[in-house]
């Protein structure tokens, strides 16, 4: 059930130094919280998701299904800077009466987590049983991780990193230099941008799957085609598609967000802030990821007290941890069960 509340009436401070009016989050539960409060699932999103992990992880959610509500309580924050629901740029701005647009202040993965641990306290949650992040949503786990006072029984990182690395970072600013191409950027109308964004998009999927699986799935089988190849015209649906369910001004600012993740800053050093975790841990990487390659997990596995490293071989990149359902199901299952 989607739900949405102004946790916090006033100002909500920022790492940047700025602060955020009125925070508004919006979030998703769904089962029963038994009587000891010990059955809870939190499960944190990646860039383009939601809160609703149906549906983008529909074959690990449902009765009979790893995330099952029948069994558990499931709980996933839609993070701030986001277009579905919670504080973000397509909010209005009650100094200009505007929507906040490009104005809207810096965001890190830190703030986003300070504000879920607002949701966690407005719910009453002290304890969670698995906490699970694939991508960005494994950036967020481990910021949790750190900074939440509750108890984390299991936690499961996918294809994720300590800290965003400058190859991710520069993948980043090349899609912002695209939606900055875009003159209607500057605009405050939650349509600014699209070109831009489209572009973006079509850069970003790039990096979401492989060289061979591009090759395999997007060639034209005639051999005579001058023009619209097929995989030009994969690029151009996806860019068109998330014109139909994102802002520019939330992807540019998602952006920035996922460059100032980094486990370390202002806690003397990356190994020491995850040897400060403390849950039974399971970190997967995915053997084809070229985002976030199967290294960046091996680390955080080594410096992780209690971790153990799996890697899932696949063909699908970094997307792998949507596609390899399957794999991912029965790994964390056993995780939990073991």
């Known amino acids: 059930m989607l739900k949405s509340i102004d946790i916090l009436p006033g100002n909500f401070e920022l790492e940047c130094g700025q602060t955020l009016p009125d925070l ?12 000891a409060k010990d059955n809870v699932i939190m499960i944190c999103h990646a860039f383009s998701a939601n809160s609703d992990v149906s549906d983008w992880w529909s074959d690990l959610y449902g009765k009979g299904k790893l995330f099952d509500p029948s069994k558990y309580f499931i ?3 839609n993070i701030l800077g986001s277009p579905y629901g919670s504080s973000s740029p397509k909010d209005i701005n009650p100094k200009t009466g505007n929507i906040w647009g490009n104005d809207f202040p810096l965001i890190t993965v830190r703030d986003q987590v300070r504000a879920q641990i607002e949701v966690l306290t407005h719910l009453q949650i002290s304890k969670l049983h698995l906490l699970v992040g694939p991508s960005y949503g494994g950036h967020q786990a481990q910021e949790l991780s750190i900074i939440w006072d509750g108890d984390t ?4 990182l996918i294809g994720t990193s300590a800290k965003e690395t400058a190859w991710s970072i520069a993948i980043h600013e090349s899609q912002r230099l695209a939606i900055l191409a875009d003159p209607t950027f500057q605009m405050y109308d939650n349509a600014a941008g699209t070109n831009g964004m489209k572009a973006a998009r079509a850069m970003a999927m790039l990096n979401y799957r ?3 699986s591009f090759i395999d799935a997007q060639s034209d089988s005639d051999s005579g085609k001058l023009d619209d190849f097929k995989a030009a015209s994969y690029v151009r649906y996806q860019g068109q598609k998330m014109t139909e369910r994102f802002t520019a ?3 540019y600012t998602l952006s920035k967000s996922l460059d100032t993740h980094h486990v370390g800053r202002n806690r003397e050093s990356i190994e020491k802030a995850l040897a400060s975790i403390n849950s039974k841990t399971l970190v ?3 053997s084809s990821d070229q985002l976030i390659p199967p290294k960046e997990q091996q ?5 992780i007290p209690n971790a153990q490293y799996l890697e899932i071989d696949s063909a699908y990149g970094h997307d792998g941890f949507l596609i390899e359902h399957e ?4 790994k964390i299952g056993a995780f939990i069960d073991s």
Do not use: P, Q, W
Request: proline share 0%; hydrophobic share 40%; glycine share 6%.
């Open 24 to 35: 508004k989050l919006a979030y998703h539960t769904d089962g029963i919280l038994n009587e």
């Open 75 to 77: 709980i996933c924050i």
């Open 153 to 156: 029984e299991h936690l499961v």
């Open 210 to 212: 492989t060289i061979d």
């Open 249 to 251: 001004h939330c992807y």
């Open 284 to 286: 997967i990487g995915i």
């Open 299 to 303: 680390f955080l596995a080594r410096h």
């Open 327 to 330: 794999t991912i199901s029965e």
